[in-house]
Structures are given as structure tokens and as C-alpha cells.
């Protein structure tokens, strides 16, 4: 069982903000496809889902297997549904036919796949169910029928190889990249923000490692990166100190690159060109203007570089240091814009005038922080480290349940405590721009981390954080 399965339950509340609720009135498109007389489907749910449990102990559900499909059909298709996605969302099948679809719901709703034709195979929470499906020569779309289901992103499509004649005529938010269900599993990054480097003048040795990368289940990249992660390592000092980054560019890499630190006063020309394959530079700059600071792979195009993994985050905190707190978090929203399976990303979709991502993500993995909460103490301060590497879009950071009371972007402070009792919703940010947030959680429960431009949700920046058990009734 995938992490994605295991963690359906971090991801039902933020669900919660992207969509409706399910049952109710009949289900409504927002492109109304021509119907034809609406064929038998196998609508009932399988029988009563058996209990198991996750590697770390926790309680899933695992719905029984449908029955063996009947004569004539040609092959079987499995979709899950989470609360905002469909799993995989696109398939190819060789040839057109009779098809049975498996629905599997690991959400919190009621969900369904409903087509074109009227065909619609519904599955209650922790259920699943099946139906038969004619997948014509040019493919065919389906869709989650719910009200606000599908624009949340909650589409897909059949094709049938060979054919150029698109996906049955209904827009799809699915990536145009085929999943590789033999992708391997992506590599969680640990959110919690390192330490202040000891002493005031710091010796970092930063290489560059062109590698493969799983950047969504599914999904895998050929990705450019700073110590090889994406965003690169890290890095926290003081004003004052001295930072001298050697630069190294293996010679097994292909490409020049080089490295900009937005909080560093270095001319363009100097520190800051590109380095060919088998030579290191190295760039020596003093921490003068706190903040949190972006840097990035700056050959041209710069705009490929950063599409494609070379970016981080440095905090240059306060001479006297930042107050003490209970507990520390580093986020860093930015865009995948998918090439083919294991080849770098595109740039033609980056450098688009109405930029689209594949994916809007936080460090790095789309859905990563939905599959694998980040814990938080109950009552107790946390701050969060922002920065939005981009390339294109801004951000609007919010935590649902969650008030920020204190908030620092680019050097404007909202004070705990202030005179009119102040607070902060959301915290906007422009690429290349860093902010510093801190809250509290009050009661044990999960709380939605979210990009509020919700078609952003919808690819990936979505996570949750879990304060205490996560259960605010016990």
C-alpha cells in the first residue's frame, strides 16, 4: 500500500476546502456531455472493507477484491480516489472495448467515476465498486460527477494507443505526462529547519549532482540539484557573518551551472558565473540584511535552472538571533512543469505566457506533507520558515484552523501582542520573496497546509500538519 493510501486522513480535511460535499441533488458538470441512454452499470459497493494496519501501526481500511470481471471484456482498469485526486488519472490501453473499471475510494466522501456516455461507478468511503465501460477508438474522459469535484481536480482519461484523437473532448487538470506505475518512491524531506551554523564564518562545500528524481508518485524527473536535494540544503547565520560557499561542479555532470544568493551584495560578474563540468568556484559573501533568502541556479536560462531543482533557502536571522520557540519548520513552495519520464523538465512549458504546472509543490514533492504529516506539539509555538522559489507563480500560504501572530516578509514585522490584537490568514509571496510566520495550535487535530490559490491545492501543495494524536475529541 502506497504512502498516499495510508494517509487518506491527513487529506480529508483539507478536502474539505476544495471541494463540496457529496450526496444531495443529481450531479451537475461544468461541461454537460451529450448523453446517451445510460447502460447498466455495477454500482453496488463490494462487501465490508477487512482492517489492517500501516508499517508505523496505524489503522487502515482495505476494501475486499470486486469479482473477476465477466466474458468479453477486455482488461481491467483501477483507479483510487482521494478526496482531491484521482490515482493514476490517466491510462492507455491497446486496443478499444469493453473495459471493467475498479473504483477504490480511500477518501472521506462519497466519490464516483462517471463518463461521457452516463456511466457512473460510485464507491462510499473505505468501499469500492465496479462497472463496465466501452472505450472507443479515440479514448474517452471521466470525472469525479460531485459538484466541485472535478474542478478540484478530479479527472482523468482513457486513451487508446495509437490514436491522436484526444481524450473524449473533457478538460482534464491531469498531468499530460503519463504516471510510470514502476516509478520508484519518492524520498520525504524532513521539514524541520536546522540550526544556526556555530561560529561567524562559515566553510560550505556545496556540489552540484545532476540525478533522477521521483518528484510526484508516478512521476520521475532528470533533475539539477544543490547537494542533491530539491530545494538544496538549508542554510542559517547571523548578520555578521562571513558565508564562503565552494562551488563544485563534478566533471560526470553535463552542464555549466552556477549559484545566486539573493541576501548576498556581490557583483553579477564576479562570484556569481557559471562553472563548466570538473571545475568549482568559490563564492564569499557577508550576511549584512536579515531575512530568508532564496538562492538559485542562475546560467542562463535561469528560468530552466529553477524549473528544474536548482534552488534553497539560506535564513540570516537578527545579530542578537530570533527568539526561542518550541519547535522549527522550513517550507519552500515551487513548480514542476513535467518533461517526459526521467528527462529534465520542460522548458517551453515554464516559459509559457500563461504559466500551467504540472505541479505546485511544497520542498520539493508534491502531496509529500498529505502522505506523511508533519508533528507539531499540541500548545506549543511553532515558526515556519517561507520562502517561494517559483519560477512563476506567487503563493498565498495558509494553515486552516490557524492563525499566524506573527509574521516577518521582507522586513515588515506584525508583532505578537500588538496594541489592536492583530492577526495574520494568509502570507502572500511573490517568487524569489522569504517570510517568517509563527502560531500556535490550541487542540490536538489536523490542520491543512495550503497554497489559498486552491487550483494549487489541487497539484500538490497541500499537506498536513498533526497536532498532538490528531484527534480533537479525545
Given at each position: 500500500?502506497?504512502?498516499?493510501?495510508?494517509?487518506?486522513?491527513?487529506?480529508?480535511?483539507?478536502?474539505?476546502?476544495?471541494?463540496?460535499?457529496?450526496g444531495?441533488?443529481?450531479?451537475?458538470?461544468t461541461?454537460a456531455?451529450?448523453?446517451?441512454?445510460?447502460?447498466?452499470?455495477?454500482?453496488?459497493?463490494?462487501?465490508?472493507?477487512?482492517?489492517s494496519?500501516?508499517?508505523?501501526?496505524?489503522?487502515?481500511?482495505?476494501?475486499?477484491?470486486?469479482?473477476?470481471?465477466?466474458?468479453?471484456?477486455?482488461?481491467?482498469?483501477?483507479?483510487?480516489?482521494?478526496?482531491?485526486?484521482?490515482?493514476?488519472?490517466?491510462?492507455?490501453?491497446?486496443?478499444?472495448?469493453?473495459?471493467?473499471?475498479?473504483?477504490?475510494?480511500?477518501?472521506?466522501?462519497t466519490?464516483?467515476?462517471?463518463?461521457?456516455?452516463?456511466?457512473?461507478?460510485?464507491?462510499?468511503?473505505s468501499?469500492?465498486?465496479?462497472?463496465?465501460?466501452?472505450?472507443?477508438?479515440?479514448?474517452?474522459?471521466?470525472?469525479?460527477s460531485?459538484?466541485?469535484h472535478?474542478?478540484?481536480?478530479?479527472?482523468?482519461s482513457?486513451?487508446?494507443?495509437?490514436?491522436?484523437?484526444?481524450?473524449?473532448?473533457?478538460?482534464?487538470?491531469?498531468?499530460?505526462?503519463?504516471?510510470d506505475?514502476?516509478?520508484?518512491?519518492?524520498?520525504?524531506?524532513?521539514p524541520r529547519a536546522?540550526?544556526?551554523?556555530?561560529?561567524?564564518t562559515?566553510?560550505?562545500?556545496?556540489?552540484?549532482?545532476?540525478?533522477?528524481?521521483?518528484?510526484?508518485?508516478?512521476?520521475?524527473?532528470?533533475?539539477?540539484?544543490?547537494?542533491?536535494?530539491?530545494?538544496?540544503?538549508?542554510?542559517?547565520?547571523?548578520?555578521?557573518?562571513?558565508?564562503?560557499?565552494?562551488?563544485?561542479?563534478?566533471?560526470t555532470?553535463?552542464?555549466?551551472?552556477?549559484?545566486?544568493?539573493?541576501?548576498?551584495?556581490?557583483?553579477?560578474?564576479?562570484?556569481?558565473?557559471?562553472?563548466?563540468?570538473?571545475?568549482?568556484?568559490?563564492?564569499?559573501?557577508?550576511?549584512?540584511y536579515?531575512?530568508?533568502?532564496?538562492?538559485?541556479?542562475?546560467?542562463?536560462?535561469?528560468l530552466?535552472?529553477?524549473?528544474?531543482?536548482?534552488?534553497?533557502?539560506?535564513?540570516?536571522?537578527?545579530?542578537?538571533?530570533?527568539?526561542?520557540?518550541?519547535?522549527?519548520?522550513?517550507?519552500?513552495?515551487?513548480?514542476?512543469?513535467?518533461?517526459?519520464?526521467?528527462?529534465?523538465?520542460?522548458?517551453?512549458?515554464?516559459?509559457?505566457?500563461?504559466?500551467?504546472?504540472?505541479?505546485?509543490?511544497?520542498?520539493?514533492?508534491?502531496?509529500?506533507y498529505?502522505?506523511?504529516?508533519?508533528?507539531?506539539?499540541?500548545?506549543k509555538?511553532?515558526?515556519?520558515?517561507?520562502?517561494?522559489?517559483?519560477?512563476?507563480?506567487g503563493?498565498?500560504?495558509?494553515?486552516?484552523?490557524?492563525?499566524?501572530?506573527?509574521?516577518?516578509?521582507?522586513?515588515i514585522?506584525?508583532r505578537?501582542?500588538?496594541a489592536?490584537?492583530?492577526?495574520?490568514?494568509?502570507?502572500?509571496?511573490?517568487?524569489?520573496?522569504?517570510?517568517?510566520?509563527?502560531?500556535?495550535?490550541?487542540?490536538?487535530?489536523?490542520?491543512?497546509?495550503?497554497?489559498?490559490?486552491?487550483?494549487h491545492?489541487?497539484?500538490?501543495?497541500?499537506?498536513?500538519?498533526?497536532?498532538g494524536?490528531g484527534?480533537?475529541?479525545?
Open positions: 500500500m502506497s504512502r498516499r493510501e495510508k494517509t487518506a486522513t491527513g487529506l480529508l480535511l483539507a478536502a474539505a476546502l476544495v471541494v463540496a460535499g457529496c444531495g441533488p443529481s450531479p451537475t458538470w461541461y456531455p451529450s448523453l446517451a441512454p445510460t447502460p447498466a452499470a455495477t454500482t453496488g459497493a463490494s462487501p465490508a472493507p477487512t482492517s494496519a500501516s508499517p508505523d501501526g496505524s489503522p487502515v481500511s482495505t476494501p475486499a477484491p470486486s469479482p473477476s470481471p465477466p466474458g468479453g471484456v477486455l482488461g481491467s482498469l483501477e483507479i483510487s480516489a482521494t478526496d482531491t485526486a484521482f490515482q493514476p488519472s490517466t491510462f492507455t490501453v491497446d486496443q478499444p472495448g469493453r473495459y471493467q473499471v475498479r473504483l477504490v475510494n480511500r477518501g472521506s466522501l466519490h464516483d467515476v462517471t463518463f461521457p456516455d452516463g456511466t457512473r461507478i460510485s464507491a462510499e468511503p468501499r469500492s465498486a465496479s462497472g463496465i465501460v466501452d472505450v472507443p477508438a479515440g479514448g474517452v474522459s471521466f470525472q469525479c460531485v459538484p466541485g472535478a474542478e478540484a481536480g478530479m479527472t482523468g482513457i486513451a487508446v494507443r495509437g490514436s491522436s484523437s484526444g481524450n473524449g473532448g473533457e478538460p482534464s487538470a491531469a498531468p499530460d505526462v503519463p504516471a506505475p514502476n516509478a520508484p518512491a519518492y524520498v520525504p524531506r524532513d536546522p540550526a544556526v551554523l556555530p561560529g561567524t562559515h566553510d560550505i562545500d556545496l556540489a552540484i549532482e545532476e540525478k533522477p528524481m521521483t518528484v510526484a508518485d508516478g512521476y520521475v524527473q532528470a533533475v539539477w540539484t544543490f547537494g542533491g536535494q530539491v530545494p538544496g540544503p538549508v542554510m542559517r547565520v547571523r548578520v555578521g557573518d562571513t558565508v564562503r560557499v565552494t562551488l563544485r561542479n563534478p566533471a555532470n553535463k552542464l555549466p551551472h552556477s549559484i545566486v544568493f539573493q541576501g548576498s551584495t556581490v557583483a553579477w560578474n564576479d562570484e556569481m558565473v557559471s562553472i563548466n563540468p570538473g571545475e568549482e568556484k568559490i563564492y564569499g559573501w557577508k550576511a549584512r536579515a531575512g530568508v533568502w532564496m538562492y538559485y541556479g542562475g546560467s542562463a536560462p535561469a530552466q535552472q529553477i524549473a528544474n531543482g536548482m534552488y534553497g533557502m539560506v535564513i540570516v536571522e537578527p545579530k542578537g538571533g530570533l527568539s526561542k520557540v518550541d519547535q522549527e519548520l522550513f517550507l519552500v513552495q515551487s513548480e514542476w512543469y513535467l518533461g517526459p519520464q526521467g528527462e529534465p523538465a520542460s522548458l517551453a512549458k515554464a516559459a509559457a505566457g500563461a504559466p500551467s504546472p504540472d505541479f505546485v509543490v511544497f520542498n520539493g514533492v508534491a502531496d509529500q498529505g502522505d506523511n504529516p508533519i508533528q507539531v506539539a499540541t500548545g509555538r511553532v515558526r515556519i520558515f517561507l520562502l517561494n522559489a517559483g519560477p512563476n507563480l503563493s498565498s500560504f495558509h494553515v486552516t484552523g490557524a492563525v499566524f501572530d506573527r509574521v516577518v516578509k521582507e522586513g514585522e506584525l505578537p501582542g500588538n489592536g490584537s492583530w492577526g495574520s490568514q494568509a502570507v502572500d509571496l511573490s517568487p524569489g520573496q522569504g517570510a517568517i510566520v509563527e502560531l500556535t495550535l490550541a487542540e490536538d487535530g489536523l490542520y491543512p497546509i495550503i497554497d489559498h490559490a486552491f487550483t491545492v489541487g497539484r500538490g501543495a497541500l499537506g498536513v500538519i498533526q497536532a494524536d484527534d480533537p475529541k479525545n
